[in-house]
C-alpha cells in the first residue's frame, strides 16, 4: 500500500518534533538526546513517518494493538456512541456498559461474571489487589520477580522489573516475591522433564514462611510478557490452583498483555484449562484504540458484595465510548477469526525460527505462545551467556543490544528490544509475507551479534 504524502513543509514536520520535545515528557528515557519516530498515519501492522518512511510494528505497539491499525469499523463505534452519549458518572446505566460486561461474561474461562471496568491495566491491578484485600481480609500478595505489572505504585511495587528501582524507596508494601519458572534458565539448575516443579514447591515455601493466613492473592501474568516471555511449565498453573485453594487464597491472572487472542486463545491462562478468581484485563479489549481496562471476578466474589460497600471507584469507570470501541474491536476478533489466526501465525513464526537458529549462532532460544514472543540472543549457547546483563545500567553491558535496536529501526521496523531480547508480537492480522518481511530485519540486524559469539 503507498504511503501518503504529506502536505506538511520539513519546517511544519520539525516543529511537531520540537514542540513533543520542549513540551511533553517521554517514558522511561533520560530526556535529552531522543530521536523518537514523528508519526504521521498508520494501517495494518505498518507504520509511516512524516518523511514517508515505512515501518512494520512488529510488537502492535505496546503489545496491543492487537486488531492492526486503522480499522475503521471501531471509529464508526466510538463516533455513533458520542453522538448519543459520551460520558456519564459510573453509577448509571449504558447499553454499551451492559452489553461489553455480557460478552466479557461470555468468553472469559468458568465462572468468571462481573466486570469492573478500569481505563488501563495498571489500574486494573491496582484494583485486583484491594479486591482481593477486601474480600479476604488478607494483607499480602506473591508475585515473581520477572514479571511487569504497571507503572502505579502497587502495580510497580508488584512486579519485579527494575524499572521500579528508581523509586524502590517508596514502593508498596505487603508484595512478596518468589521466583520464576524460567525453564530457560532454571533458577535450581533442572530440566523440564525430570524436575520436580521447584517453582511451585519454592512458592509454597514462601507461603509457609509468611504465614498462609496473612495472604491475600498470588497474582501471575497469565502469560509471561515483557520480562521475557517465560514459557510456563504445562502444569504450573494447575498446581498454583491446587496451592492457592490449599490455603485459600485468591488466584488473579494478569491478562493485559496476553489476553484477547494475543497468545492464539482468548486469554493466556485458557491454555492451562485453569479458572483464576479475578482477571485483570486492558491492552487488547480496546486493541489501544481507546483506554479501558478492568477487572473480571468470580460470582462468588461478586455475590459477597451483594450486602456490602464495594469499596473501588473511578472517574472513568465503565466510560461508555471505550465501551463501545471494546465491542467492536471484539467483534473484529470474532468476524475476522484472529484468535484462530494468532494461533497458526505463532506457529508459523517458531517454525520460521528455527530456521534462523541455523544460520545465527547468538540466538539462544525463542519463547512463543500465539503471537508473544521474543528471540534471546546469547555469547554461547551452551554457557548461555547473554549478549546484555539483564538489570545493568551500564552503557557497555548494553552496548551490543544497543547496536541491534539501531539497525532493526534503521531497516524499518518497530520492535522492542530489551536486554538481551527481540520481540515478536504483530497484531494478529499479520500474514507470513509480513512476518517474513519482518524476521528478514530481524535476522539483519542480529549479525550484529552473532560476530560478539564465543
Known amino acids: ?33 531522543l530521536v523518537p519516530i514523528n508519526i504521521q498515519r498508520a494501517e495494518g501492522v505498518y507504520l509511516w513517518d512524516y518523511d514517508g518512511k515505512k515501518y512494520i510494528d512488529f510488537s502492535s505497539q505496546l503489545m496491543n494493538v492487537n486488531i492492526g491499525h486503522g480499522d475503521q469499523r471501531v471509529t464508526d463505534a466510538v463516533a455513533a456512541q458520542m453522538r448519543d452519549v459520551s460520558y456519564v458518572y459510573p453509577g448509571m446505566t449504558t447499553k454499551a456498559r451492559g452489553n461489553l460486561g455480557k460478552k466479557l461474561a461470555e468468553i472469559t474461562p468458568g465462572n468468571l461474571t462481573k466486570t469492573f471496568f478500569t481505563l488501563g491495566g495498571a489500574e486494573a491491578i491496582e484494583n485486583a489487589i484491594k479486591l482481593a484485600r477486601l474480600y479476604t481480609g488478607r494483607h499480602k500478595i506473591i508475585t515473581r520477580y520477572r514479571a511487569f505489572h504497571g507503572a502505579s505504585y502497587a502495580a510497580m511495587s508488584a512486579g519485579g522489573d527494575p524499572r521500579k528501582i528508581a523509586s524502590d524507596s517508596q514502593q508498596a508494601p505487603n508484595f512478596v516475591h518468589v521466583e520464576d519458572p524460567f525453564c530457560y534458565r ?49 502444569d504450573y498453573w494447575e498446581k498454583l490452583r491446587a496451592l492457592a485453594d490449599k490455603h485459600g487464597i485468591l488466584l488473579i491472572a494478569d491478562e493485559v498483555m496476553s489476553g484477547f487472542g494475543r497468545t492464539g486463545k482468548w486469554f493466556g491462562i485458557d491454555h492451562s484449562g485453569v479458572v483464576p478468581d479475578i482477571m485483570a ?15 473480571i471476578v468470580s460470582d462468588k466474589i461478586a455475590s459477597y458484595f451483594d450486602d456490602k460497600p464495594l469499596m473501588l471507584g473511578l472517574t ?23 484468535v484462530e489466526r494468532a494461533a497458526e501465525m505463532g506457529r508459523y513464526i517458531e517454525n520460521r525460527v528455527e530456521e534462523m537458529k541455523k544460520k545465527h549462532p547468538s540466538i539462544g532460544d525463542f519463547r512463543n505462545t500465539g503471537l508473544l514472543g521474543c528471540i534471546e540472543l546469547v555469547k554461547n549457547r551452551e554457557t548461555k551467556e547473554p549478549m546484555a546483563v539483564w538489570n545493568s545500567s551500564k552503557p557497555e553491558d548494553n552496548a551490543i543490544m544497543n547496536q541491534v535496536a539501531a539497525k532493526i529501526r534503521e531497516l524499518g521496523m518497530f520492535t522492542f528490544v530489551r536486554w538481551n531480547y527481540i520481540f515478536t508480537a504483530p497484531p494478529l492480522t499479520v500474514t507470513k509475507e509480513q512476518i517474513d518481511e519482518g524476521l528478514a530485519i530481524i535476522s539483519e540486524a542480529i549479525a550484529i551479534a552473532d560476530a560478539h559469539c564465543k
Open 316 to 338: 472513568y469507570s465503565a466510560h461508555v465510548v471505550s465501551c463501545a470501541a471494546a465491542l467492536a474491536v471484539i467483534k473484529v476478533y470474532e468476524d475476522e477469526n484472529l
Open 281 to 295: 484485563m486492558a491492552k487488547g479489549i480496546t486493541a489501544g484504540y481507546v483506554p479501558l481496562g478492568g477487572i
Open 1 to 33: 500500500m503507498p504511503p501518503h504524502t504529506s502536505n506538511l513543509t520539513p519546517a511544519e514536520q520539525a516543529e511537531i518534533v520540537r514542540n513533543n520535545l520542549d513540551y511533553t515528557l517521554f517514558s522511561w528515557s533520560k530526556q535529552a538526546g
Open 186 to 234: 532454571c533458577p535450581w539448575s533442572q530440566k523440564i522433564e525430570t524436575c520436580k516443579r521447584e517453582c511451585v514447591s519454592h512458592i509454597e515455601r514462601v507461603i509457609e514462611f509468611e504465614g498462609p493466613g496473612t495472604i491475600a492473592a498470588i497474582l501471575m501474568e497469565g502469560e509471561s510478557g515483557s520480562s521475557g516471555c517465560i514459557t510456563y511449565p504445562p
